[in-house]
């Protein structure tokens, strides 16, 4: 069962524009980790935020983690077609080693 | 560091035939882990290995469904008797945890379709 909820399921914008999803769970974590996949292909690690980490930053990326709201968000900056893919994000309970995805974010982003 | 590899890409069976699939994992890591992925669904775990012991296997994984990691290297998922409810991508995923906060490294997968 999936127990990482996104939002939205699907987002259609500009290149140029900036992308927002959201991720919401509602267990322990011991980290969040968003991934992107392209259609037909695997997964993708983008970044790995800890629990006891509020965000982090890789190139165009910025993640946040709010463990009070059991919330997390993935920031896309200045999208480019390239960008265009479904985004998970991911949890690793405090227990065990699996993670956990939500349904995903369908991202379009339009040249 | 060439990846995790899945072998083989497409596969297309009759109802009621096993399948087998094969993971290699990037070299040095010490887990491997079995997703399902459906589509328009995100990926959900199946089983998981570190080295080659399995140390955690999802209630989806029905008594049809074996998966193995003899040498702590590659590992393999079998499914028996197929249903058609195992159409799905079948994903392999490995790391290197020594410490924990490690991400997980997924190959391309296995499509399975049944016929």
């Known amino acids: 069962s999936q127990q990482g909820e996104e939002d939205p399921q699907a987002l259609s914008i500009q290149e140029g524009e900036n992308a927002t999803m959201n991720c919401s769970y509602k267990?322990?974590?011991?980290?969040l980790q968003w991934y992107r996949q392209n259609s037909g292909r695997g997964l993708v690690h983008l970044i790995l935020?800890?629990?006891?980490?509020r965000e982090k930053h890789s190139g165009r990326l910025r993640v946040t983690l709010d463990t009070s709201k059991k919330s997390s968000s993935l920031l896309i900056t200045a999208s480019r077609a390239a960008d265009t893919a479904s985004y998970f994000c991911?949890?690793?309970?405090?227990?065990?080693?699996?993670?956990?995805f939500g349904e995903g974010t369908q991202l379009t982003v339009n040249p | 560091d060439t990846g995790v590899s899945q072998d083989p890409r497409h596969k297309i069976t009759k109802r009621g035939q096993n399948v087998t699939f094969r993971c290699d994992p990037i070299?040095?890591?010490?887990?491997l882990y079995w997703y399902r992925q459906t589509l328009g669904q995100g990926p959900e775990f199946l089983t998981y290995?570190?080295?080659?012991?399995?140390?955690?296997k999802s209630r989806l994984l029905s008594d049809r469904f074996s998966a193995e990691r003899p040498k702590g290297s590659f590992s393999t998922l079998e499914i028996q008797r197929t249903e058609q409810g195992d159409s799905a991508m079948y994903l392999c995923a490995s790391s290197l945890e020594q410490q924990g906060n490690q991400p997980q490294h997924f190959g391309d997968g296995t499509r399975l379709s049944i016929l």
């Open positions: 267990t322990s974590i011991n980290n």
């Open positions: 935020i800890r629990s006891n980490e």
């Open positions: 991911a949890k690793r309970e405090t227990s065990g080693s699996r993670l956990t």
């Open positions: 070299s040095e890591h010490n887990r």
């Open positions: 290995f570190q080295n080659e012991a399995q140390l955690e």
